[in-house]
């Protein structure tokens, strides 16, 4: 079965929500590719959480965690409440890839790479993030949310034209 | 024993509309300083990059976005997992260490947004030496500070100091809008197993310059399950990889009979994901990420591995694939293999 689109949403005005699988559930797919290209809003304070994904709307302790930014050695988080795209905060535009295995009655697994751009502009690097996560849900997930410290407590939205999408196939 | 297949393909679902579709594709060598360009790109919101290059003598493959060359660009860059270089105001963005010929293959993706700086990412195996020598990896971030302009060109750039004598860049694209079907990823092959057994081989599928190849491997019951590898059913010792495990420091294996992408044996599934650049006449290069779920649970960390290898082999493309356990276990029912290519 060829690769296909499963889901995609580009954002018309800032939002606190870059969700796919809300209103209509995504087709379960053993093989997806999912990628987001997140733009910052330049306003509210986004530096408190790193970047990272929900599945199924899932946010209890059902995520394990290993993550290296900038080619440092790896941390661990076990008994985490998301999947995490990046060691540290980002508060500027981010994209990542992540290539995710779905079989149906086990854990879900996941590889990620994520580029950070940083302060604008060529005198600054980008970061680097490869991060595996692992969420413990058994059945094939039909929903992926975005989560960069979302939340009127922050004030952070996802900037308008800011995309999400995901590929899949079986 | 031949594993039991089940569904070997299947066509005709939802998906197939709007997946990776190639957009252009240039080919040729390249002078000290010359590119190859794949230009009049549509605007599309991804761009997955592929290359490959020959040339004995030592020649680079950066990238260079819609032809500028002023100092636009910045990057980081990992090479064989040893500490990061960082580069600002760059005139190219930085896709090989250099000091290097021989075959080289990438894969990179890049998202694009007219009004935004241009973000992008690699992979990189670099064949080295020709035969037994293990080759080279590496991993990038780019930036390109440019906000007022789609992505129209992506050029394969050489920095030389000598010529590259063959190559080529192809682009894929994908973007909200698209509704096509003509997939560039076409599938070769599909296994499942329908019972447990310590193999799951490919069939023979077409010979094609590019292949991405998934494993989604299950224990049958308690067993312990790793990776080993072989292609076309070759046993010689025509194997070298290099690999780092949970972002650890490089090891290189060589006079081995055997990839073993993911060795460490245990009773947890495995996720594998490859891609190879497969022409005949050389030899055949490869960049696999690995991950294993751990003991069931949140509370067990799952591990990583990054590999790179080389088939050792300048007379046949890859038709077929061999994995094995890599040990006494056995693959369970419904574990998966998908391979992928394109010319």
């Excluded at chain 1, 595996?132 to 039909?142: A, P």
Aim: aromatic share 10%; hydrophobic share 30%.
């Amino acid at each position: 079965m060829a690769w296909g689109k499963n889901g995609t949403e580009t954002l018309t005005s800032a939002s606190l929500d870059l969700d796919l699988g809300v209103s209509t559930a995504l087709t379960k797919y053993k093989f997806s590719v999912y990628l987001t290209h997140v733009l910052n809003d330049g306003t509210g304070i986004n530096n408190d959480s790193a970047p990272s994904l929900i599945m199924d709307n899932v946010s209890s302790a059902s995520y394990a965690n290993r993550v290296s930014a900038n080619g440092g050695s790896d941390s661990t988080f076990a008994s985490q409440t998301k999947e995490y795209l990046s060691l540290n905060t980002i508060k500027d535009d981010f994209f990542s890839v992540v290539y995710f295995c779905a079989i149906d009655g086990e854990e879900q697994l996941m590889l990620s790479w994520t580029v950070d751009a940083k302060s604008s502009g060529a005198g600054t690097a980008p970061n680097r993030d490869e991060s595996i996560n692992k969420y413990t849900g058994t059945s094939q997930f039909e929903r992926v949310d975005n989560n960069n410290n979302r939340g009127s407590t922050y004030g952070y939205e996802y900037d308008t034209d800011s995309n999400a999408t995901i590929l899949g196939t079986d | 024993m031949a594993p039991m297949i089940m569904n070997p393909f299947r066509f005709g679902s939802a998906a197939g509309a709007g997946g990776w579709v190639e957009l252009g594709r240039t080919s040729g060598s390249r002078a000290s300083g010359a590119t190859l360009d794949v230009g009049s790109l549509p605007d599309k919101r991804y761009y997955m990059v592929l290359y490959e290059t020959q040339g004995s003598s030592t020649h680079t493959c950066d990238y260079r976005l819609n032809s500028d060359s002023g100092t636009n660009y910045a990057y980081r860059a990992s090479q064989n997992g040893t500490a990061e270089t960082t580069n600002t105001s760059t005139n190219f963005m930085f896709g090989d260490y250099g000091g290097q010929g021989g075959d080289k293959f990438a894969v990179a993706y890049f998202a694009n947004q007219n009004t935004k700086e241009k973000l992008g990412m690699s992979h990189q195996v670099r064949q080295g030496s020709t035969g037994s020598t293990a080759p080279t990896r590496a991993g990038y971030v780019h930036k390109h500070a440019q906000t007022s302009n789609p992505i129209s060109t992506i050029s394969l750039l050489n920095r030389g100091p000598n010529t590259s004598t063959s190559g080529e860049i192809v682009v894929l694209g994908w973007d909200p809008e698209d509704t096509h079907t003509d997939n560039f990823w076409e599938e070769l092959d599909s296994v499942t197993l329908e019972s447990a057994n310590a193999s799951l081989d490919s069939n023979t599928f077409s010979g094609k310059k590019y292949l991405m190849i998934q494993l989604a491997l299950i224990p049958n019951s308690t067993d312990s399950i790793g990776v080993d590898m072989q292609i076309n059913s070759d046993t010689g010792t025509n194997y070298p990889f290099r690999r780092s495990t949970n972002g650890g420091a490089d090891g290189t294996w060589t006079g081995f009979n055997e990839f073993t992408p993911y060795p460490s044996a245990g009773n947890f599934p495995i996720f594998v994901n490859m891609f190879w650049i497969n022409n005949t006449s050389n030899e055949k290069l490869g960049i696999a990420h690995s991950i294993s779920a751990n003991t069931t649970g949140s509370s067990n960390i799952p591990e990583r591995r990054e590999d790179v290898m080389k088939w050792v082999n300048t007379s046949n493309q890859i038709t077929s694939l061999q994995f094995g356990t890599n040990t006494v276990g056995q693959f369970g029912t419904g574990s998966t293999l998908k391979v992928w290519g394109s010319d």
